[in-house]
């Protein structure tokens, strides 16, 4: 079982309102990424992180910035919300080289911009 | 927000049957592929992993298989329980890239 928290778990915003999207593992994780997930859907990259100060743009074409300051901490902003970007946001970690590529994955954030 | 797509394809199948979920995918240079199983409301969880250099691989009631002639991947769940309904997403890798997930596949169990 990996420890890896997200919070908000849900979060009700209005448009126009700049939120962040919390995530930390407390594994030593060097590779840390968001999904984003519309409900029974497939899930799309939106950012990765390969360790401290390295971020990359996923498939998706991300209407969001991330940042990678510490290895346990990868926050998710966006700087103004809109009712597009409703959707469930999920968090996941892997080892890294010599630890196997096995995601895990947090709890998720439920996001609803009215 | 409007989401635009294809639904889920459904495998329902009955308590205590065998459930066979495929999945397709079409880059030859996958070398590790992982199959999750994610439940209404929480995160994908980690059922089952297998390296490009083995066709087979088995777990608790889980067995995943792999073709890479037709680049092609199946879980199959022996005597599958209610408590295996849930979406089943495939995923896969080539080399040091992220993981690339398949559409998913709802189970549903019929008591």
């Known amino acids: 079982e990996a420890d890896i928290y997200q919070t908000p778990r849900y979060l009700v915003i209005g448009t126009g309102k700049k939120i962040t999207l919390e995530c930390s593992q407390t594994m030593g994780h060097d590779k840390m990424y968001w999904y984003q997930q519309d409900p029974g859907m497939e899930l799309h990259l939106i950012h990765y992180s390969y360790g401290v100060n390295s971020t990359e743009k996923g498939d998706l074409s991300p209407e969001s910035t991330v940042s990678r300051i510490r290895t346990e901490h990868f926050p998710l902003t966006l700087e103004s919300a809109r009712p597009s970007h409703t959707s469930q946001y999920l968090c996941?970690?892997?080892?890294?080289?010599?630890?196997?590529?096995?995601?895990?994955f947090g709890p998720g954030t439920r996001l609803l911009v009215l | 927000g409007e989401s635009v797509g294809l639904h889920l394809p459904t495998l329902s199948v009955q308590e205590g049957d065998n459930s066979i979920i495929n999945c397709a995918y079409s880059?030859?240079?996958?070398?590790?592929f992982i199959w999750y199983k994610q439940e209404s409301g929480k995160g994908p969880q980690f059922i089952i992993d297998?390296?490009?250099?083995?066709d087979k691989r088995q777990g608790q009631r889980v067995t995943v298989l792999l073709n890479k002639t037709v680049k092609h991947l199946s879980l199959q769940i022996a005597a599958t329980q209610p408590g295996d309904s849930a979406v089943y997403f495939c995923a896969g890798t080539a080399g040091n890239t992220p993981l690339v997930f398949g559409k998913g596949t709802r189970l549903s169990v019929i008591a």
């Open positions: 297998i390296r490009s250099n083995m």
């Open positions: 880059n030859s240079a996958s070398d590790y």
């Open positions: 996941a970690s892997t080892p890294g080289a010599g630890g196997g590529e096995t995601q895990y």
